[in-house]
C-alpha cells in the first residue's frame, strides 16, 4: 500500500514516499580489527513510516539487518522524533505505539508494536546520565522512527525496548558526549540504535514526490560522502562540525535527524569496525545509508 500523493503534500513529519526508492548501492567496508564482547551501535535511516507496511528495497534491508546483529537483551533507540527539551526516558513497562505523523492510509494507524519496556534498565540509564538531569518519563512511548524500523529488524517484538529524548537546546559535541555516556550498555548487552537520516531536506522530498527518479542533488551526495568518511575514519571531531557547513544546512534544515547519529558515533571505541549495511537515497535526496560499529 502507498501513500496517495495528494495526501502526503499535507503530511507533516517524514513526507517520503517508499515508491521512489532506488536500490541501495554497495560500499566497500573499512578493514575490521578483532571483535569484543560488546553489542555493535546501529545507526539506520528510516525514512519513511510506509517502509513499515511496504515490502521495498528499504524494508528487506532493515530485515536482513535484523538477521546479521546478535539478540539483545534490550534495545536503546534514540529516535529523531522525540526532540524536546530536556533528556527524558521512556519508563513505560509497556510503552504504546505512537503514530507521529499525518496523512497517511489507515493501514499505517493500524499497526502495532507491542514490545515491551524495562523500569530498571530506565533507571539505570538515567544514573548514567545524572549529570545531565536525566529524567523518566511515561508520556511518551515508540514513535515510528523507533518502531518502524524494529518491526522488520524484531518482528517479534521479542526484546524491551526503551526510548532517550533529543535535548533540542544542546550543541553537536553534547549529543556526542551522551552516547560516550551510554558506552557500558554495550557490555550489559543493550543494543543502541540511533533512528534519523543522514540527509534529510523534508522541503526538497515533498517537491520531488511525483517526480521519482530524479538525480540526488550534490549537497546531498557530498554530504553523505562526507559523513561516511569521517565515520570510517573516526573523526568525532568532525560529524559534529559538519552539520554547520552549508552542505550540512542543505541537508537538515532541522538537525532532528542528524543528531541520533552523534549518540551512537558516541558509544562506539575507536577500535569498532565501521560497516554501511544500507546505501542509497530515496526521493532524489534522502540518503537511506545505515551504520554499524562493532561486529
Same mark, same amino acid.
Given at each position: 500500500m502507498r501513500i496517495p500523493r495528494r495526501q502526503a503534500l499535507g503530511a507533516g513529519l517524514c513526507l517520503l514516499g517508499a515508491a521512489a526508492c532506488r536500490s541501495a548501492t554497495p560500499e566497500e567496508n573499512v578493514t575490521r580489527p578483532p571483535t569484543s564482547s560488546a553489542l555493535p551501535v546501529v545507526f539506520v535511516g528510516h525514512g519513511s513510516p510506509m517502509n513499515a507496511i511496504e515490502d521495498n528495497t528499504w524494508a528487506r534491508a532493515f530485515q536482513q539487518l535484523g538477521r546479521v546483529l546478535p539478540k539483545p537483551a534490550a534495545i536503546l533507540a534514540v529516535s529523531a522524533h522525540w526532540f524536546v527539551g530536556g533528556t527524558w =526516558? +521512556? &519508563?513505560? #513497562? *509497556? #510503552?504504546? +505505539?505512537?503514530h507521529d505523523f499525518g496523512g497517511f492510509p489507515r493501514a499505517l494507524y493500524e499497526i502495532q508494536y507491542p514490545a515491551r519496556g524495562n %523500569? &530498571? =534498565? *530506565?533507571?539505570? %540509564? *538515567?544514573a548514567l546520565l545524572a549529570s545531565r538531569q536525566a529524567g523518566l518519563s511515561s508520556e511518551w512511548g515508540l514513535d515510528h522512527g523507533t518502531w518502524s524500523v524494529l518491526r522488520h529488524m524484531r518482528p517479534e517484538a521479542d526484546v524491551p525496548v526503551l526510548q532517550l529524548s533529543i535535548d533540542r537546546r544542546l550543541p553537536p559535541r553534547e549529543h556526542l558526549a551522551i552516547g560516550r555516556a551510554l558506552a557500558p550498555l554495550r557490555e550489559q548487552g543493550v543494543l543502541i540504535l540511533g533512528s534519523g537520516n543522514v540527509t534529510h531536506n523534508l522541503r526538497h522530498a515533498m517537491q520531488h514526490m511525483n517526480a521519482p527518479g530524479g538525480a540526488t542533488p550534490g549537497w546531498a551526495s557530498r554530504f553523505d560522502a562526507e559523513v561516511a568518511r569521517a565515520l570510517s575514519e573516526r573523526d568525532d571531531d568532525r560529524l559534529t562540525q559538519l552539520i554547520e557547513t552549508d552542505d550540512g544546512r542543505a541537508s537538515h534544515p532541522s538537525v532532528d535527524h542528524y543528531l541520533p547519529l552523534l549518540y551512537v558515533a558516541g558509544a562506539a571505541s575507536r577500535s569498532d569496525p565501521v560497516t554501511f549495511p544500507v546505501t542509497g537515497f530515496d526521493l532524489s535526496s534522502v540518503s537511506m545509508r545505515s551504520i554499524q560499529l562493532g561486529a
Open positions: =526516558l +521512556t &519508563d513505560n #513497562p *509497556a #510503552p504504546r +505505539t505512537i %523500569v &530498571d =534498565l *530506565a533507571k539505570r %540509564v *538515567a
